[in-house]
């Protein structure tokens, strides 16, 4: 039985940039379903209208002959449907598709693309939205003067996002940017050891077993 619904935030973009966007499904569509209509009918409308419910052997196969396969993923209202490359009708289908590599998808604070990386090589990238963390970054300077140690080390361990390698370097940019404000005044500098090493790898759906192929 395919599984599309995730069960948290994190399990969600971990599933979409780890699972389908690193592997190659780049062309997508977001949306949100209408209040008052029933996320579960919708998904089982979208999973049967382009065939999503494969296994991971014919999706090989399809793309070997040209076609494209697709993913479908929702946390509450809001859903992507995301196609490899080839053919497909979805693409016939459907309106306003983007590709990942150039249109992010922004979802609760996060930006999820796929980008060259420092090795030159092509890598799905999660990071925090600019605008989101322009937010973030002013909030800290608010209190970079007044805070304690205390309450700032606080603050930051209690922030939200998951620490893909790209939010640890916004981590580390925020980190300075308080530092530098802070020496400025003459106060106690914050340590870079308490900010995250690395990520919890989460289950992004409620049964255990096999997820979207």
């Not at 998951?162 to 640890?168: E, G, I, K, M, S």
Request: proline share 4%; aromatic share 14%; with cysteine.
């Amino acid at each position: 039985m395919y599984r599309c619904e995730a069960t948290s935030v994190q399990g969600f973009v971990q599933q979409l940039a780890v699972s389908y966007v690193g592997r190659g499904y780049w062309f997508y569509v977001a949306g949100s379903i209408p209040e008052g209509k029933d996320p579960q009918i919708t998904d089982e409308k979208l999973i049967e209208k382009y065939g999503i419910d494969i296994s991971k052997w014919a999706r090989a196969r399809r793309r070997r002959t040209g076609l494209a396969s697709m993913q479908y993923l929702r946390f509450g209202r809001f859903f992507v449907l995301l196609a490899t490359v080839g053919e497909h009708p979805f693409f016939a289908e459907e309106r306003d598709i983007r590709d990942i590599r150039r249109f992010p998808i922004r979802f609760y604070g996060y930006s999820v693309s796929y980008r060259p990386g420092r090795d030159e090589r092509w890598h799905a990238s999660v990071r925090i939205d600019a605008a989101e963390f322009g937010v973030l970054k002013a909030r800290f300077l608010r209190i970079a003067l007044t805070g304690s140690v205390e309450f700032l080390v606080s603050q930051l361990r209690a922030l939200r996002f998951a620490p893909y390698a790209p939010v640890r370097m916004q981590y580390r940019q925020l980190l300075r940017a308080l530092n530098r404000k802070r020496g400025l005044a003459s106060l106690e500098l914050l340590s870079a050891g308490i900010l995250p090493a690395g990520r919890r790898v989460v289950a992004p759906f409620k049964e255990t077993g096999a997820t979207g192929q």
